[in-house]
């Protein structure tokens, strides 16, 4: 299994919701992603979970909220977004702690705040 | 910062034709990578490549760390060649966990 899979694809929440993205890699992969991505521009870093343990937080509202229950599995939970917050948000893995390696995007999960 | 920096922005070919992309790169970047994102969104790394020259088919790259840049080759372009093509390094002073991208070039393919 050379995947990142997301779920789900297409999420439309209303400004009071309470959702959760989630992303899965079966590579053994053991440092995970979120990246934010606006309309014609690059994707930006959110969060990096090395080995199940956060150790990058980009300075993200906390109404983004990760987690990593184990080594396979990234959750996003989102509460309180506002309209600016629609994107495709990218989950990612790399192989090693160094990230020495190519990342694997998933497919992406594209948010609309309303 | 560190700096990534793609040209042209955006180009359009010929189904058939050929094609180079550039990426320069500040001092610091190393753990270059080049990736295409379809129309879709989705981001398929292409090649993981912090110096010397790949091959994958009709597409091939070559980075030159010392002189701070890579290209990327598209020959007998395809319609599903078209998408962004963003090049991303990280900070070899910094985290080497955060993957900075460049702006892209947007490539179209016409039959």
């Known amino acids: 299994d050379t995947e990142v899979t997301q779920t789900p694809k297409h999420l439309v929440m209303g400004m009071t919701n309470k959702k959760s993205l989630k992303c899965e890699q079966h590579?053994?992969?053991?440092?995970m992603y979120w990246y934010k991505q606006k309309a014609k521009k690059p994707p930006e870093l959110m969060f990096v979970?090395?080995?199940?343990?956060?150790?990058i937080n980009e300075s993200v509202p906390s109404r983004f909220s990760p987690e990593c229950p184990n080594s396979s599995l990234l959750n996003l939970h989102l509460h309180a977004l506002q309209p600016e917050d629609s994107a495709l948000y990218l989950c990612?893995?790399?192989?090693?702690?160094?990230?020495?390696?190519?990342?694997?995007f998933g497919s992406g999960t594209r948010l609309t705040v309303v | 910062g560190i700096q990534v920096e793609q040209s042209p922005p955006d180009l359009i070919l010929q189904e058939g034709a050929n094609s180079t992309l550039r990426c320069n790169f500040s001092?610091?970047?190393?753990?270059l990578q080049w990736f295409h994102q379809n129309p879709w969104g989705q981001l398929i790394n292409l090649f993981y490549?912090?110096?010397g020259t790949k091959q994958n088919g009709r597409l091939s790259a070559t980075t030159v760390a010392t002189e701070r840049y890579s290209l990327l080759y598209i020959s007998s372009s395809q319609t599903t060649d078209s998408g962004v093509y963003f090049c991303?390094?990280?900070?070899?002073?910094?985290?080497?966990?955060?993957?900075?991208f460049g702006k892209g070039t947007l490539l179209t393919v016409n039959p």
């Open positions: 990612a893995s790399s192989q090693g702690a160094t990230s020495n390696y190519g990342y694997t």
């Open positions: 590579m053994g992969h053991r440092a």
């Open positions: 979970y090395s080995y199940e343990k956060l150790s």
């Open positions: 001092d610091s970047v190393n753990n």
């Open positions: 490549i912090p110096s």
């Open positions: 991303a390094g990280m900070d070899s002073g910094g985290s080497n966990y955060k993957l900075t």
